[in-house]
């Protein structure tokens, strides 16, 4: 079974600063797909970027980027110029490929604080 | 281009109760999952629907039980409540029939409390 990891429950950071969520997940599958999804209080969950397994090259989606470590199964996200905006839950989730079966396993999430 | 939508956002049942919480996926889509999310957890996933089949199941009891309509709209339903099964229920849409990105569109959710 696939399981995710994020060992932060909590960070803060302070606007215009960077920072780095980290993510480990454990599969057997060489294929699949990575994502962070922020969920703000207004609790609605939405796409921040997505990585597939197959790409070497990190994703990147303005200010958010991310580092992903095939081999050593970690996948952080890291956002740049940080905005009071960006304050929310950010959960890592995996899936595989095979099928379009879409179905996720998240992380337990890490609240975000930015401070002005 | 109206986005996933969910009904209610907020109810209250007892013990033993029976609920029924629905979902309308985003236009164009054709698969709807549907997620428990408890207070401060991840979300954990129920099931999955496609073709007015039950696709895919996670590991929840029989309680929970769903339906899809022809439309792609979906209903979760829970029997016997528990206090347990308070939580965030949040519905998520995505198209199967082509090719995937593995992006789930999700529904603002609905607040179930058992009292």
């Known amino acids: 079974a696939q399981t995710v990891t994020q060992s932060q429950p909590e960070m803060s950071v302070q606007e215009a600063e960077t920072v780095t969520l980290s993510c480990t997940y454990d599969t057997s599958e060489n294929n699949y797909y990575l994502f962070w999804y922020k969920q703000p209080p207004s609790r609605q969950m939405i796409l921040v970027i997505r990585q597939e397994a197959y790409k070497q090259q990190n994703a990147t989606e303005n200010r958010f980027s991310v580092n992903f470590q095939k081999a050593a199964k970690s996948f952080s996200l890291k956002i740049s110029d940080s905005q009071l905006g960006d304050t929310a839950m950010y959960f890592c989730?995996?899936?595989?490929?095979?099928?379009?079966?879409?179905?996720?396993?998240f992380g337990k999430g890490t609240l975000l604080t930015v401070n002005p | 281009d109206a986005g996933v939508t969910q009904s209610p956002t907020h109810l209250i049942k007892t013990r033993g109760q029976q609920v029924t919480l629905r979902c309308s996926p985003k236009?164009?889509?054709?698969?709807v999952s549907w997620y428990q999310q408890a207070l401060g957890q991840g979300p954990q996933f129920i099931f999955q629907y496609y073709e007015e089949e039950e696709r895919q199941r996670g590991n929840f009891p029989d309680r929970f039980s769903g339906h899809q309509f022809p439309n792609y709209s979906s209903e979760l339903n829970v029997n016997a409540l528990l206090l347990g099964d308070s939580a965030l229920y949040l519905c998520?849409?995505?198209?199967?029939?082509?090719?995937?990105?593995?992006?789930?569109?999700f529904g603002e959710g609905s607040r179930l409390t058992v009292l």
């Open positions: 236009s164009g889509h054709d698969t």
């Open positions: 989730a995996f899936t595989n490929s095979g099928g379009s079966n879409y179905k996720l396993t």
């Open positions: 998520a849409s995505s198209y199967t029939a082509g090719v995937g990105t593995g992006e789930l569109f």
